[in-house]
């Protein structure tokens, strides 16, 4: 942003000195601009975090009186809430939970991908009703996560929908790999539209004439798919599928309505960061939630190192070069 | 362009810690030494909010509206919260540690007065003015707090056996079933009814959840256990204990409690009994008017009666619930707050709660009240009932408390540990919670 208004400066050549002060006032009133949205993000994104991990220092409401009444007042306890989260029985809440967090994390992405990917492409595709298709698609995507979880407790009970059809009588909202099974339907029932609706975008912004170029070349229905669609959809694919990672590792809702927030086979870090809130520790609840931001934060840098980075090359040599490069070479590599 | 994914995650990352900032409103507390809880400091009056679940028949408007009417310069106001119990319980904390005014008196269940007495959040009732002498008496041991008075009950509850009249008295049993044994006898004898096919025998709440904590209170009461003594000290590691955790593996082994038991909450309980496929269901009162339903909804209404729940050798403990009121310490016009809770838990007003909404009176007298007892035939059964009842362990950290008797239970009626060894872990485990 910073290079934008940079570049917008109407820049008056009257010798070197006279520029770089230009420049300067142009840096600082980029400054002066951009400082209402940056005392914004402080205010609702570095307070909180900042606030949640000062939380996470603190312990208070321990122990009772003589006459039975909380002892007030916080005490500054360092890193035991933190130490506390990995030892005894806590430990094994926690890894339960952690394992349950990625493991939804991989299949519900995973999944929603292939799918979104493939609704996405029927919702590109020009036929009678498409608009109602489109329509109905992202009907999921707009129940709001409480009231799903709803509907799929009614379809999952032990004399309901998902049983009669199955003609099965599986406890799905029980404890165990059915559970878990449960949880990962509806979510993935529920967002791939978010999937599918990012990816369409990307697919409308791909040129029809790099297709008919392909088609010329030879190139078949799957290769088109391979060599063109997804190396071109891929910057939107990666942020749509970023953003849906940061989403299912806060995964709350959903197995909270559908199964219940005590049930260790649906338990998530969220779960376990609530029920110590709920249960007014809120000093053990800043750390758990502490412990999953740095996950969170682990985890979206690594993706955007290792598949983003892609996303950030090709945006920096569209900048020096404005044409479609990336295009381009595939064209190039399909004509081989 | 390269600021947008990162920009993202940050805004995702804080989204997922602000979820939990926010107890964060308290911080800093300590500085509230004038909030002592003690007795005969309600004082002041003008306008007052009551903080309840949802007003459901309307009753309690109506009653705040009479209140108001008499009194002019002490207007009440109902601010309803969530439906959820423990959203309401969470409302309530935040009001509490933000020590606003907002609410001033709270509509609080039993199980939750430990904790809000403990913390300071609500001002102590003076016992000797509220005429406790006509309450039931189990019913007052649910708003007290290590011997003082913090919240009066306005209304009752108690676990109740909902039987198939119509299908004992096909398989020739007259009286309903006293002990488990004569329980599972009937179950036997209506199997072999051509009516009896499919119905199962017997169900109470085993899902996870806060009626699993009650349906181990019942078993493990009713055959002499606890999970604390008298003193409050954890004493579940008990042969009685363990008899009574016996019976709810063994219901569920045997094929007494249908397979779907542990995902059946109350409601999936009362749609089960309500379909006709349960011969024996213990449930709250609340039941007794759903199922009696004529409209269709219920294939069941005037072929069921209500009986004590059974227990090994005669009746069981059932587990007491209810609601009390409670004035917030942090509350001002604390006394009409005090005049407003004896005006609602006074007999009219008792009453006609009772007949609106079939919540249970906590007054002795109403249930003898002709009215009454022809509007719900149970009433006698559920008096006696409330008199035997046992309240749930009364702790400070009662969230925590329920949930290891939860998970304990749980793991022990679905065959992942054995009795012996989930009544030892719940007793260390308990031994933690209870210890200041």
């Given at each position: 942003m910073a290079t934008t208004i940079n570049e917008g400066t109407p820049v008056i050549p009257t010798g070197r000195s006279r520029r770089a002060k230009v420049a300067d006032s142009g840096g600082r009133l980029a400054a002066l601009l951009l400082s209402p949205t940056m005392l914004v993000l402080a205010l609702v994104i570095g307070y909180p975090v900042l606030a949640g991990f000062r939380e996470s220092l603190f312990t208070r409401g321990e122990g009772l009186d003589a006459d039975g009444f909380v002892v007030e007042g916080e005490r500054f306890v360092g890193l035991d809430n933190y130490a506390a989260i990995f030892s005894g029985d806590r430990a094994t809440a926690f890894w339960n939970a952690f394992g349950n967090t990625t493991f939804f994390t991989v299949t519900t992405v995973f999944l929603e991908t292939v799918i979104g990917v493939a609704m996405a492409l029927i919702m590109q595709r020009a036929f009678r009703g498409r608009a109602f298709v489109r329509a109905s698609i992202l009907v999921p995507w707009a129940i709001p996560t409480a009231i799903s979880g709803l509907l799929w407790r009614w379809i999952f009970q032990a004399d309901g929908a998902a049983n009669a059809v199955l003609g099965t009588d599986i406890l799905?909202?029980?404890?165990?790999p059915a559970a878990k099974t449960a949880v990962i339907i509806a979510e993935v029932w529920k967002t791939s539209p978010f999937i599918a609706l990012l990816v369409l975008a990307g697919l409308q912004m791909i040129p029809r004439e790099v297709y008919e170029a392909a088609q010329v070349d030879g190139a078949g229905a799957l290769q088109r798919f391979w060599r063109i669609t997804l190396p071109l959809v891929k910057p939107a694919l990666l942020v749509a599928v970023l953003f849906r990672m940061l989403d299912v590792l806060r995964m709350f809702d959903l197995p909270a309505v559908?199964?219940?927030?005590?049930q260790k086979s649906v338990q998530t870090l969220t779960t376990i960061s609530w029920f110590e809130a709920s249960n007014l520790r809120y000093g053990s609840a800043a750390a758990y939630a502490t412990v999953l931001f740095v996950y969170i934060a682990v985890i979206s840098y690594l993706f955007v190192k290792l598949l983003g980075a892609d996303i950030i090359g090709q945006a920096r040599e569209v900048r020096k070069k404005p044409a479609t490069k990336a295009g381009a070479k595939t064209v190039r590599k399909v004509a081989a | 362009m390269r600021r947008i994914p990162l920009a993202g995650v940050v805004a995702g990352l804080a989204l997922a810690l602000a979820a939990c900032g926010?107890?964060?409103?308290?911080?800093?507390?300590?500085?509230?030494?004038?909030?002592?809880?003690?007795?005969?400091?309600?004082t002041g009056r003008g306008p007052i909010t009551l903080a309840t679940g949802?007003?459901?028949?309307?009753n309690m408007q109506k009653m705040v509206d009479a209140w108001n009417k008499a009194h002019p310069n002490e207007q009440a106001r109902i601010i309803e919260l969530p439906d959820e119990p423990n959203e309401q319980r969470q409302q309530m904390i935040q009001n509490a540690t933000t020590k606003s005014?907002?609410?001033?008196i709270l509509n609080l269940d039993v199980v939750w007065t430990a904790e809000f007495a403990a913390n300071r959040w609500l001002a102590e009732l003076?016992?000797?003015?509220?005429?406790?002498?006509?309450?039931l008496p189990a019913t007052v041991t649910t708003g007290e707090y290590r011997g003082r008075l913090f919240a009066l009950p306005t209304t009752s509850d108690s676990g109740l056996l909902y039987y198939r009249k119509d299908l004992l008295e096909k398989a020739g049993i007259a009286e309903p079933p006293k002990t488990w044994d004569e329980m599972w006898a009937a179950c036997d004898k209506v199997a072999k009814l051509p009516e009896g096919?499919?119905?199962?025998?017997y169900l109470t709440e085993v899902a996870k959840g806060e009626g699993l904590t009650v349906s181990a209170a019942e078993a493990i009461n009713s055959t002499?256990?606890?999970?604390?003594?008298a003193s409050g000290?954890?004493?579940?590691?008990t042969p009685e204990a363990k008899k009574g955790l016996e019976f709810l593996i063994n219901a569920i082994k045997d094929g007494?409690?249908?397979?779907?038991a542990v995902t059946l909450d109350g409601e999936g309980g009362r749609r089960h009994f309500q379909s006709g496929k349960l011969l024996f269901h213990r449930q709250w009162p609340y039941q007794y008017g759903l199922a009696n339903?004529?409209?269709?909804?219920?294939?069941?209404a005037g072929k069921f009666a209500v009986a004590p729940i059974p227990g090994p050798a005669g009746p069981g403990a059932a587990n007491l619930g209810g609601h009390n009121y409670a004035i917030s310490?942090?509350?001002?016009?604390k006394a009409s707050a005090l005049d407003f809770i004896k005006f609602s838990a006074a007999e009219p007003q008792q009453k006609a709660n009772a007949l609106a909404t079939s919540q249970a009176p906590t007054l002795t007298s109403l249930y003898s009240d002709a009215e009454m007892v022809a509007k719900y035939p149970y009433l006698p059964t559920l008096k006696a009932a409330i008199e035997n009842a046992k309240s749930r362990p009364s702790a400070v950290k009662y969230g925590d408390v329920t949930t290891a008797i939860q998970n304990a239970v749980y793991d022990a009626i679905t065959g992942k540990t054995t009795a012996d060894q989930a009544l030892a872990d719940l007793q260390a485990k308990l031994g933690e919670l209870t210890t200041p």
């Open positions: 799905w909202t029980a404890d165990g559908l199964v219940g927030v005590n | 926010g107890g964060d409103g308290g911080t800093g507390g300590g500085g509230t030494g004038g909030q002592k809880a003690a007795a005969g400091e309600l949802k007003d459901r028949s309307g005014d907002t609410y001033t003076p016992k000797d003015k509220l005429g406790l002498d006509a309450f096919k499919g119905v199962d025998c002499g256990g606890a999970f604390v003594d000290k954890p004493n579940v590691n007494r409690m249908p397979k779907a339903a004529e409209d269709g909804s219920s294939k069941v310490a942090f509350a001002k016009n």
